[in-house]
């Protein structure tokens, strides 16, 4: 079973300030399979990038992902006081079927 | 504008069985998979499991020997049932769209992009 371990568990920044959260795989994770989604106190997740680093619809374009292999990275340009939310990452593993989440970084506002 | 609609039961005792349903409204049925993924108080998201419209199933090892998830195509609905529940199956539980059918009969991974709006699970005695 792959674990995903994020980093760091709480980020404190301020509005307008680059925030970057990063996943790291205890296996190789094909990029295809990477995910990240923000999720806000007593709201479902919301999917923000699958593939890594393709936004999903309507996720405006201060959000970004990359990486491969076993490190991802989740960057927000510049920070909306919108976006302080936990994040979450997740892999699709094939053999055999099944999602992992990372165990979430909380992003608060300094 | 798909939208996922859950409702079940948000009270159980120890060792009595958990049994959610989530209606999908709108869009494909048949061309997804549909997964149930659950969060415990204060805690990360766990995946349940998953089931496409011909009921073929994958399910988290964790958890398979009391997990069914099965699947109504009649009525664009699928389900959950956790047997033997106790206080660590306490949790928000949601479903949501996860897997594609591409044209050339694979599936693809884009994410769980639509979900539910959760439901809130407490085993109590």
């Known amino acids: 079973e792959i674990v995903l371990t994020q980093s760091p568990g709480t980020l404190s920044l301020s509005p307008g300030e680059r925030a970057t959260l990063s996943c790291r795989a205890s296996?190789?994770?094909?990029?295809?399979?990477l995910a990240w989604y923000q999720q806000k106190p007593g709201q479902a997740p919301r999917l923000l990038i699958y593939?890594?680093?393709s936004r999903a619809t309507g996720i405006p374009d201060r959000f970004s992902g990359s990486g491969s292999g076993t490190d991802f990275t989740l960057t927000i340009s510049r920070l909306e006081p919108e976006d302080f939310a936990v994040y979450y990452c997740?892999?699709?593993?094939?053999?055999?079927?099944?999602?992992?989440f990372g165990q979430g970084t909380k992003l608060e506002i300094k | 504008q798909v939208q996922l609609q859950q409702w079940g039961a948000g009270l159980l005792k120890p060792s009595e069985t958990l049994s959610l349903t989530c209606a999908v409204y709108?869009?494909?049925?048949?061309?997804?998979?549909w997964s149930w993924i659950r969060q415990p108080p204060g805690k990360g998201l766990e995946w349940i499991g998953e089931?496409?419209?011909?009921?073929?199933?994958n399910y988290n090892p964790s958890l398979k020997s009391r997990v069914t998830i099965s699947v109504d195509t009649s009525k664009n609905q699928f389900s959950l049932k956790l047997s033997s529940v106790t206080a660590a199956d306490t949790a928000v539980y949601y479903c949501?769209?996860?897997?594609?059918?591409?044209?050339?009969?694979?599936?693809?991974?884009?994410?769980?992009?639509?979900w539910g709006q959760g439901t809130t699970v407490t085993v109590s005695s």
């Open positions: 089931i496409n419209h011909s009921g073929s199933t």
């Open positions: 997740q892999q699709y593993g094939s053999s055999p079927t099944q999602y992992t």
């Open positions: 593939g890594a680093s």
């Open positions: 296996q190789s994770v094909s990029s295809s399979y």
């Open positions: 949501a769209r996860d897997r594609v059918l591409l044209w050339f009969g694979d599936w693809g991974d884009y994410g769980m992009d639509v």
């Open positions: 709108g869009g494909s049925f048949s061309g997804y998979y």
